[in-house]
């Protein structure tokens, strides 16, 4: 069986599994099999390259243990980018290119290990906006400090905040939790912990709402569309002189079908990684904690048990219907992945903005294509994605404050979509994918660089455009 067939089995596993996690006792059962399960898993998936994985968690967690909080947690930033960086080296010297399952692992480990030293710093991963939830008369809880151990929670109210553990176990588990060690979403090691710790059995949802959070109507459709494409669309096709020899309108269609293809997969990918986290509760809060992807709850109000409304919106991985038909690139680029979004913003960006918001912007850009790969592709995605999101923002000041167009508003987000999905996703999305100089340079030429054109072209105009709304709002105000 290749990898992907075998990855897909493994990620299956893990729905059922959760439903076991629910029956294990709150506390070091649930959290020691828990842990057991990832590594067999890891095991089984990614073969030797675990011991790279496990190399890189060790020496992380030495550095958090045994240096000073306060100089600990930058070391274990650096050293953790680093070890990604020269693991991928030394995989493109001796192995062309690293194994697929064990190079996102780390990329997950990666995130995690950051995350972990600035919870042990702080004392706690997520801070709630306590200033928020009594200003709206809300009584928070308060949070208690225990660096030993973590005691399970049993009363008739909810308990967000379980104290947060320097215990190495606790520490050691939150890093091979199965669920998103080789998808995603991200979590922080406060979500780990109340997974792990809270006595109170989350409820399952009723299908409908699963049906909904899942986006399991979605399922069929990715799956048609990605076996569509990976029989008639293969990736490696568009490196060949057959396709370089094509039409522009072939070409187009290609690749569009082909980046479809990848997103499907993902999607897939997504739906088992939520549905793993569904069955076991983790990231499940009431609905008034106000969570977010990747952080978690905002607020914390005192709830009773019988009153909880759950809400899985922590391990929210993508929103497949709004991402597909959205018209605007700023709203695709908050809904792919959230929670790795809300990590790059809250360990980088909020990290290096003393150093001024431009600088601040485009440290958590490169740190991003960075984490994604070392290949050229993923950095000129990236340096495109921040270019399309200035622009997108343009274009919607010049349609919001002059009507410039006198056009059907359905056929101006038409035209949006096209724009967007044409020139922005698939062509970029497809050089994402190409990786190398030579395949990139090729594909642009062949498409007679209609994708580079029309990117510069929509840029400009949005840009220049924007300035003249500018101005001209403010010679009207004057006037």
Request: hydrophobic share 45%.
């Amino acid at each position: 069986m290749n990898e992907s067939g075998v990855f897909v089995i493994s990620q299956l596993l893990t729905i059922p599994w959760g439903f076991a996690v629910k029956l294990l006792s709150p506390g070091s059962q649930r959290r020691n099999l828990t842990t057991a399960f990832t590594l067999m898993l890891l095991a089984v998936t990614c073969g030797w390259q675990v011991v790279v994985a496990l190399i890189s968690s060790i020496i992380s967690l030495l550095i958090l243990t045994k240096s000073e909080s306060q100089i600990g947690y930058r070391l274990n930033f650096a050293f953790c980018f680093v070890y990604l960086g020269v693991t991928r080296y030394v995989y493109y010297c001796w192995y062309t290119e690293p194994g697929l399952l064990g190079d996102i692992t780390l990329m997950f480990l990666t995130l995690k290990q950051v995350s972990l030293g600035f919870a042990i710093k702080d004392r706690v991963s997520v801070q709630p906006l306590r200033s928020s939830a009594v200003s709206s008369g809300i009584t928070t809880e308060k949070y208690e400090d225990n660096s030993q151990s973590t005691g399970s929670v049993n009363n008739n109210e909810f308990h967000y905040l379980v104290p947060i553990s320097t215990n190495l176990s606790d520490l050691f588990g939150y890093l091979y939790c199965y669920v998103g060690i080789m998808s995603g979403p991200f979590y922080t090691y406060q979500t780990y912990l109340d997974m792990i710790y809270n006595s109170h059995t989350v409820p399952f949802p009723s299908w409908s709402t699963t049906r909904q959070w899942l986006g399991l109507h979605f399922v069929p459709v990715s799956l048609a569309a990605y076996t569509y494409a990976n029989l008639y669309c293969p990736l490696w096709y568009i490196r060949t002189p057959a396709f370089l020899g094509s039409s522009l309108l072939y070409k187009l269609y290609y690749s569009y079908i082909t980046l479809l293809s990848y997103r499907a997969r993902m999607y897939f990918v997504f739906t088992i990684s939520q549905a793993a986290a569904l069955t076991c509760g983790l990231g499940a809060y009431p609905s008034v904690y106000k969570c977010r992807p990747g952080r978690g709850p905002t607020l914390t109000p005192s709830v009773a048990i019988s009153d909880v409304q759950w809400n899985y919106d922590t391990v929210k991985s993508v929103d497949v219907g709004v991402f597909e038909t959205t018209t605007s690139f700023r709203q695709i680029m908050r809904l792919w992945n959230p929670s790795i979004q809300w990590w790059m913003a809250e360990f980088v960006y909020k990290k290096a903005i003393v150093c001024g918001s431009a600088l601040a912007a485009m440290a958590t850009l490169v740190l991003s294509a960075y984490w994604h790969g070392l290949a050229a592709g993923t950095y000129i995605a990236f340096i495109s994605a921040a270019i399309a999101t200035i622009t997108d923002g343009c274009w919607a000041v010049i349609r919001l404050k002059q009507r410039l167009f006198v056009i059907n508003e359905r056929l101006w987000l038409a035209i949006c979509w096209s724009i967007i999905h044409v020139f922005y996703i698939t062509h970029f999305g497809v050089i994402f994918l190409l990786g190398d100089w030579s395949s990139i340079i090729n594909f642009i030429r062949s498409t007679h660089y209609i994708g580079i054109i029309g990117f510069i072209t929509t840029a400009v105009l949005g840009i220049v455009g924007r300035f003249a709304v500018d101005i001209l709002c403010q010679r009207k105000k004057e006037v």
